[in-house]
């Protein structure tokens, strides 16, 4: 029997891998909660227990794929909710703009390229980034910020 764990960066998640897990009655799935170094650290507690294979997303699952030997499956966003999202937000009426890892970004700036949305991208590439560019971007008038569970 294949041993999966899944390492879901916010809690929101949960529910979803709930109802998930009885779909797969010949693997045996766990799930925790952790984001991004502590997403991390559960991950390598995991190869070290004979895990066969992570499923993660985003920043989490970028990080966990440098670091353990085992394969990780990064569960990535549906083009559909950041289309959703994006036109949403574009409605605010205010500065608004996309914060996140490039797994996020770059799907998110061909949305708003394609729709000519008035949203502005940024790209991070470290969560120690994230502070000061939301300083810099609240300094310059951005009212709304749409990101991951890093920005936030």
Known sequence: M???HMVA???AMV????ECIPLFPSADITYSVGDLQRGLEIALEKQEDGIDLIISRGGTAKLIKKAVSIPVIDIQL???DLTRS???ASKLNEKT???GFQNITAGAAAII???HLPINVYTIHSANEVTSLLLKLKQAGYSHILGDVITI
């Open 2 to 4: 294949v041993r999966i």
């Open 113 to 115: 390229k394609l729709l």
């Open 9 to 11: 960066p916010y809690s």
């Open 15 to 18: 529910s979803v891998l709930s």
């Open 97 to 99: 703009a996309v914060v």
């Open 78 to 80: 549906s083009g559909y």
């Open 86 to 88: 994006l036109t949403l």
